[in-house]
């Protein structure tokens, strides 16, 4: 396994068509695109990692499949009166669909849906309050405590996110959206900006190819039903209009996130995290997809065989 990751490192990692880094949060765009980082925890305890695995990023989008599963635990199947269960086919940040909708999100991994799950978890708290319990999460699946917000990029992006206040105004005039919008769009930002290495975020998602337990400390985090209905979310909506291409180059349950991250999961035997800032024209890492395409390929992970 180290053989194949050090070999994608030295080959797709050094590849000078890195793709473009997001530019619309104008903290992200002073990221250095030559960076390359992979990271794989397995099942059985083992963690191998090459390039800047250890290197802090913004996970952005894929702070939204632990906030779904925050809003899960609170909600239940409650969370569906938010937001659907369909992949969108749209960009990530697109607002068509909620005018044809009644305002209701395709599915919890665009903005739109995730900005109605970020309204869920709320339920009348405090900003802080409601983030404390999304950190609080992450920590404790990827059993480490440092893990904190990055404020800058949360800051940055509250300062320019003016489509992500569009689609929460836009929710609320369908009365979808509960608490005030500044608190919806804070918590959505902040959540959003979690700092992670690719071997905390590899760590964190193990519960999600475990059957939902921790298979390291043995703490149980979700029902295995439960992972299992938030993998084939993953895998149908969680790399927006680019699910199916995704699907058919990796074909595993995988999140992504515009700082360049993607959280893969093997189902039974790994969690995969990847890193490279430069993102395709749908905003999904360019590298990071090449680099889970040829691991697939070397160790025949994909669930379709
Ligand atoms: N695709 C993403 O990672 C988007 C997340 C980003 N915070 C946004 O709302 O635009």
Redesign the pocket.
């Known amino acids: 396994m180290q053989a194949i990751l050090d070999e994608i490192v030295a080959t797709i990692g050094a590849s000078d068509d890195r793709g473009k880094v997001a530019d ?2 104008p903290e992200l765009a002073t990221v250095d695109p030559n960076q390359f980082g992979i990271a794989i925890a397995t099942v059985d305890g083992q963690m191998f990692c090459a390039g800047d695995a250890e290197q802090l990023f913004s996970i ?2 894929i702070s939204k499949v632990f906030s779904l599963t925050v809003a899960l635990g609170k909600l239940g199947d409650g969370v569906w009166q938010r937001v659907g269960r369909e992949p969108s086919g749209d960009p ?2 697109s607002i068509v669909q909620l005018e044809h909708e009644n305002g209701k999100p395709r599915n919890p991994f665009i ?1 739109a849906g995730a900005i109605a799950v970020a309204d869920a978890i709320l339920m009348g708290h405090q900003p802080k309050e409601a983030l404390a319990e999304v950190l609080q999460f992450v920590r404790f699946i990827a059993d480490d405590d440092s893990i904190c917000f990055d404020d800058k990029v949360a800051k940055s ?1 509250l300062a320019t ?1 003016h ?2 206040a569009a689609l929460a105004h836009f929710m609320a005039a369908y009365g979808r959206i509960k608490n005030p919008v500044d608190y919806v769009l804070g918590t ?2 902040h959540h ?1 900006a979690i700092a992670m290495s690719c071997q905390q975020l590899a760590r964190a998602g193990l519960f999600l190819a475990a059957d939902g337990r921790d298979p390291l400390t043995g703490a149980r985090v979700v029902l295995p039903n439960r992972a299992r209905r938030i993998n084939s979310l993953m895998m149908m909506c969680g790399h ?1 209009d680019g699910s199916g291409e995704f699907a058919f180059r990796v074909g595993l349950p995988g999140k ?4 360049g991250g993607i959280l893969a999961i093997v189902p039974g035997r790994a969690s995969i995290a990847v890193w490279s800032p430069g993102l395709d024209t749908v ?1 999904n890492s360019k590298l990071g997809t090449q680099a889970l395409e040829r691991l697939v390929q070397a160790t025949g992970w994909s669930v379709f065989g």
Do not use: A, D, H, P
Not at 256 to 259: A, E, K, P, R
């Open positions: 619309y949060i952005q989008s990530f940040n903005n992006e996110g489509r992500n959505y930002f959003c927006y992504s996130g515009v700082g905003g």
